[in-house]
């Protein structure tokens, strides 16, 4: 019998932070922890980036709304925040999250953020359905879906979006499971370490992101990044051959 994690297929298993109701100090605490853990892997570096390639282009005299789906503690947004306010942008920001006690804490913690907005919500409903952006950042958060699920979803939310969708999400990898194993003899958090863990085997391999993506008609640009990462960025097909590499890069 193997002694090695099988990373063949995506697995099914829940996150504890998949409850909505998870809440009180433990929830602080975890994603406290997980905005650590997220910047020391270089993992906010990632979904800005993205971010840095889609407003290329882009004149920084023209207002944008970008939302943040799965937003946490408001952490990648007060970062954009910062970078918008460096760089001269006019950035109206948006975070959504399902679980209210998350949110109420983002909201907290980004008091000093005058264009940063926090709402609950579920990315499936008709009142996401009326949001209109420009960018769509999602980082670490579509591995909590299925594929049958992110089809459903991306396709009306790359439409919609002006510029394009910016995910970064974990590569599902025997190496990335046993590298965030050892890190988690570090983590006091129960939490953390098991929902790392079955993050990991819910990640991505970048032939699944391709087949999404070609399944969605879309223009894409997948790139590995360390620690395990997948920059995957999502544009409206252009009835003229555009070439997104060239935009992107």
């Known amino acids: 019998m193997s002694i090695m994690v099988d990373t063949k297929y995506r697995s099914d298993a829940q996150e504890i932070m998949d409850d909505f109701d998870y809440n009180g100090e433990i929830l602080h605490d975890s ?39 799965g937003c946490g503690s408001g952490d990648i947004l007060r970062e954009v925040a910062e970078f918008g306010k460096k760089k001269g942008y006019k950035f109206q920001l948006l975070g959504i999250d399902a679980n209210e006690n998350t949110v109420a804490y983002a909201e907290r913690l980004s008091k000093g953020y005058p264009n940063i ?46 510029l394009g969708v910016v995910v970064n999400d974990i590569h599902r990898h025997r190496m990335a499971y046993y590298l ?44 590995w990044k360390w620690a395990f990462r997948y920059q995957w960025i999502l544009k409206q097909s252009k009835s003229i051959n555009t070439d997104l590499n060239s935009l992107l890069y």
């Open 31 to 69: 994603l406290d922890k997980l905005s650590k853990i997220n910047r020391w892997l270089g993992g906010h570096r990632v979904t800005l980036n993205g971010l840095k390639k889609l407003l290329k282009h882009h004149p920084k005299k023209e207002p944008l709304t970008i939302v943040d789906l």
């Open 180 to 223: 965030f194993k050892l890190l988690s003899l570090t983590i006091s958090n129960q939490t953390i370490v098991e929902d790392g863990l079955t993050s990991v085997l819910r990640g991505f391999k970048k032939k699944e992101l391709i087949k999404i993506s070609q399944e969605l008609h879309m223009d894409f640009k997948i790139k």
């Open 117 to 162: 907005e926090y709402r609950q919500m579920d990315i499936f409903s008709e009142a996401f359905g009326r949001i209109e952006f420009d960018v769509v950042l999602a980082t670490l958060f579509f591995h909590h879906f299925k594929e049958d699920e992110l089809l459903k979803f991306l396709k009306p939310v790359v439409d919609r979006a002006n």
